[in-house]
């Protein structure tokens, strides 16, 4: 019943040259075993001594063996043993590894306690060992031996499928799943299967070639089988006594071997550039050819005197276009033509929906654009100076020295490895060239400016164990740490609480004031640019529909799209009036 | 037995659906050594046929764990939670199942609250197979459940990543009402969205209950949300409720400083109003400290 993905991941690996090559090859050589008994309908054992050590013959390309049999019709028939062997332990591996695996991730606990604990014993086991003292006990017989196999390498299956169902245990559509009433098992196959699918897959290519190669091992060292059923690690160990005189014989199962485990560990890899979704990235290789950049230093002519005329000291932003590199090497634009300016001690608001572009032109100032996205023209002057093009290092500068950073999720934004002082004494040292010990006295000092009341335990603290509005003052400190005039804050209070989210915006002001600060505030609260900003810049679809006094803004708007979004508050609206006992429903 | 229905019928617009009484719930560390930490001290409530109880709080004030608790997602501790008159705080998996045509839930996250390798309609469908519909008619009740969130009905075919932030979540309120269940959990379910398709979903969600008279315990952090869609309302607080009642009592009226501060924290937008409660949250702000 499930609907096929638009992009058949199949059709990718095919389209692949190294996966439709390594597939062919491995269909080439199963389709040769399984076709043994068309083509050799003699089987392999019929030989006759007079052709020991022939070479190759009419019917007989490969030549004969040491004890005058066909060497194609051993390739032939000891590739059935060969794989179907290792076919036998990869199967045994899935069976055990998988369901095993998926339980303990999806139902922890205890289960996933004994399962884990059972599976580091064998993987602690040595497989060797275990395989000659299982045929000590056992008998030779191959097939019980790949059973052995098959359970050593369980483990492999085993962990891969408790990671994957571990992690998913934690989604919320597990627990919709769960809410919606669907029992356990069903979870697991409908859900957790699933997604353990592609990984599961591209193990089982790499185990495939392990187990065969074992089985090879196996018959070249003659404990698992008689000499009776060929294989291709028996041709091997025959092939061995007469390598001086004959090393061709050494050659046919050895290039069988090699050929069909190189097949298996590059479709592996095929694989996994089809399934584990990285999308354009041969396509990116492609559009790296630089395009020019458009600078527009001076737009006099293409947008009239008004706005040349005004251009900020601090920022000043004319025409500015983003464009991100898309799956077929397109560029789509998502910011078109962007006019801002922020000036001194000023606070402008970039206000707009998910979407509409409004971080993607902050980070354009900063020269943060995430991979994939440039800045394809305009002009951005931060303190006079055109980034637009400029090299890396005179960026550097202008985001240590001239501006800041306040990033949206403090948490993310904070180096779980390092404790909170060292994180901000770094770009002290870096950036302004303190000591270790002034820098040290600075975080202080910097800590207590963001009022936080016990700088020194904090400096102390790992970022684990501060509260998410603790976090946003670190960062804030660390924002104006060297003294910068302009500051770009990307939705600082959008992952806090409200009463946290009411100091955060206080802090703000009083440094903004104190300092004199410029301050880009991204955001799609009104109430918080009610609350902060001076002017507003309205933004939609990449474009700003409407700029003016924030007063103005919220109180007469005059673009339809800021209406919209003032009419979507819902401070103003009217409250619920208390519940009335209905007509019950017909109790069907 | 008629008769009893019959009564049955008449008394349960007075009868509360869902009942919580003094519900613990503690969360156990990782680890041997931790001591399990109560996120839940004895909290009661109850919700009746047709009603919004919004449950406002602040993050880590537990209002998330109340709805998983009565969805089965959290163990309760101790008290009672009573659905229609049945004890279901421990109910094994097989009752929790003939539970789920009841009680249903809408998650905060559109995006990972719909399994990315499962279409539209395999998603609906999900909690009807839970409920042995057959296959026919439960194709019937995707095309219905999908004209009632005001998707197109080609929706069906296709997979989330196609859907909007928006979109998605009518989806998720369109697999809480496949089974026409009695209640919905709706946990911070347009805090993921933008304000515009916030409003929106927040009306659909009031029609779907004035067209079925579903109950929802909402739970939210944003007090201008909840008091748009609920009927009544609870306030917590590290656990505990430290106030309820109409939503205009305690969104007009609020007794307690702590729902006040809240109040006071939330910016609007209008320059002076702002700046007046700002002022207004500075000094509740300071009196809470003395």
């Known amino acids: 019943m499930r609907a096929p993905s638009p992009r058949s991941p199949l059709r990718a690996v095919l389209r692949n040259p190294l996966g439709a090559g390594s597939a062919a090859v491995l269909l080439l050589v199963l389709a040769a075993v399984l076709l043994a008994p068309v083509l050799r309908p003699g089987g392999a054992q019929s030989s006759n001594i007079l052709d020991a050590y022939d070479g190759a013959a009419a019917g007989h390309p490969f030549g004969f063996d040491g004890a005058g049999r066909d060497e194609l019709a051993m390739l032939l028939y000891g590739g059935r043993a060969t794989l179907g062997e290792a076919g036998l332990a990869l199967l045994i591996a899935l069976i055990l590894g998988l369901p095993l695996g998926l339980c303990a991730g999806y139902f922890a606990g205890r289960f996933d306690a004994v399962g884990s604990w059972a599976v580091n014993l064998v993987m602690a086991l040595p497989g060797m060992v275990v395989l000659l003292a299982a045929r000590a006990v056992l008998g030779p017989t191959t097939v019980v031996l790949m059973v052995v196999l098959g359970v050593l390498i369980a483990p492999s299956f085993f962990r891969l499928a408790r990671g994957v169902a571990a992690d998913l245990r934690g989604e919320l559509f597990i627990d919709a799943a769960r809410v919606a009433g669907l029992p356990a098992w069903r979870i697991l196959t409908r859900h957790v299967l699933v997604a353990v699918r592609a990984p599961v897959l591209i193990q089982a290519s790499l185990v495939a070639g392990v187990a065969i190669g074992m089985q090879a091992a196996l018959g070249f060292l003659g404990i698992s089988t008689g000499v009776s059923a060929p294989s291709w690690g028996g041709m091997l160990s025959d092939a061995y006594t007469s390598i001086y005189t004959h090393p061709i014989l050494m050659l046919w199962p050895g290039l069988a071997l090699g050929l069909t485990t190189a097949a298996l560990l590059l479709l592996a890899v095929a694989l996994r550039d089809a399934l584990e979704d990285r999308p354009g990235q041969a396509s990116a290789r492609r559009t790296r050819r630089p395009e020019p950049v458009r600078v527009v230093p001076t737009p006099a002519a293409a947008a009239g005197p008004a706005r040349a005329a005004a251009r900020s000291p601090l920022l000043s932003i004319r025409g500015l276009t983003v464009a991100y590199a898309g799956p077929q090497g397109a560029e789509r634009e998502v910011v078109h033509g962007v006019d801002l300016d922020v000036r001194p001690g000023e606070v402008l608001g970039l206000v707009g929906e998910s979407g509409s572009g409004k971080t993607q032109t902050a980070l354009s100032v900063l020269g943060l654009l995430p991979l994939g996205g440039r800045i394809t023209g305009g002009s951005v002057l931060i303190d006079g100076a055109e980034t637009v093009g400029a090299d890396e290092r005179a960026l550097r500068r202008l985001r240590g020295g001239v501006v800041g950073y306040v990033p949206q999720e403090p948490m993310s934004n904070l180096d779980p490895c390092f404790t909170i002082g060292s994180q901000l004494a770094e770009p002290l040292r870096a950036v302004l060239g303190l000591g270790r010990r002034e820098a040290a006295a600075r975080v202080l000092d910097l800590l207590r400016a963001v009022e936080i009341a016990d700088p020194a335990r904090v400096a102390r603290s790992y970022p684990h164990e501060i509260s998410g509005g603790m976090a946003q003052r670190v960062l804030i400190a660390g924002a104006v740490s060297c003294e910068p005039r302009l500051l770009v804050a990307d939705e600082p209070t959008t992952a806090l609480d409200v009463s946290v989210q009411a100091e955060i915006l206080d802090l703000l002001r009083r440094l903004q004031q104190d300092q004199n600060l410029g301050l880009l505030l991204v955001t799609h609260n009104l109430g918080v640019v009610a609350d902060l900003c001076d002017r507003v810049a309205v933004m939609r679809a990449g474009a700003i529909v409407e700029t003016g006094e924030a007063r103005q803004i919220l109180h007469a708007p005059e673009h339809e799209h800021t209406r919209a979004l003032l009419d979507a508050v819902l401070d103003d609206a009217p409250v619920r009036a208390p519940w009335q006992a209905r007509p019950t429903r017909s109790v069907a | ?290």
Do not use: W
């Not at chain 2, 990972?112 to 999900?126: C, I, K, N, Q, Y």
């Not at chain 2, 002022?279 to 509740?284: E, Q």
């Open chain 2, 1 to 290: 037995m008629n008769t009893d229905d019959e009564e049955r019928r008449v008394n349960a617009a007075d009868e509360m659906l869902l009942t919580i009484d003094e519900l613990c719930v503690s969360y156990r560390g990782r680890g041997l050594r931790t001591r399990p930490r109560r996120v839940l001290h004895e909290v009661s409530l109850g919700l009746r046929p047709g009603e919004t109880l919004g449950l406002v709080g602040e993050s880590g004030s537990g209002k998330s764990t109340i709805g998983r608790a009565i969805t089965g997602l959290a163990r309760a501790e101790s008290g009672r939670i009573e659905f229609a008159g049945e004890r279901v705080e421990h109910a094994d998996a097989r009752r929790r199942r003939r539970l789920a045509k009841d009680i249903q839930m809408v998650f905060q996250d559109p995006y990972t609250s719909l399994d990315p390798a499962l279409t539209v309609g395999d998603t609906l469908r999900e909690p009807l197979l839970a409920q042995g519909v057959p296959a026919k008619q439960a194709a019937a009740r995707v095309a219905t459940l999908l004209d009632r969130v005001q998707l197109p009905a080609d929706a069906a075919a296709r997979l989330p990543r196609e859907f909007s932030g928006g979109q998605r979540q009518r989806v998720a309120i369109a697999r809480a009402l496949a089974p026409d269940p009695r209640l919905v959990v709706c946990d911070e379910p347009v805090s993921a969205l933008d304000l515009t398709t916030q409003r929106v979903v927040l009306e659909l969600l009031l029609e779907i209950q004035e067209a079925t008279g579903v109950s929802y315990l909402f739970i939210s952090h944003d007090l201008s949300v909840v008091r748009f869609l609920s009927h009544r309302v609870a306030v917590l607080r590290d656990g505990r409720i430290v106030e309820s009642g109409t939503a205009a009592e305690v969104t007009e009226t609020p007794q307690h400083p702590y729902t006040r501060r809240m109040l006071l924290a939330a910016p609007v937008p209008d320059v002076d109003r702002q700046r007046e409660r700002r002022a207004a949250f500075a000094r509740a702000r300071s009196g809470a400290a003395a």
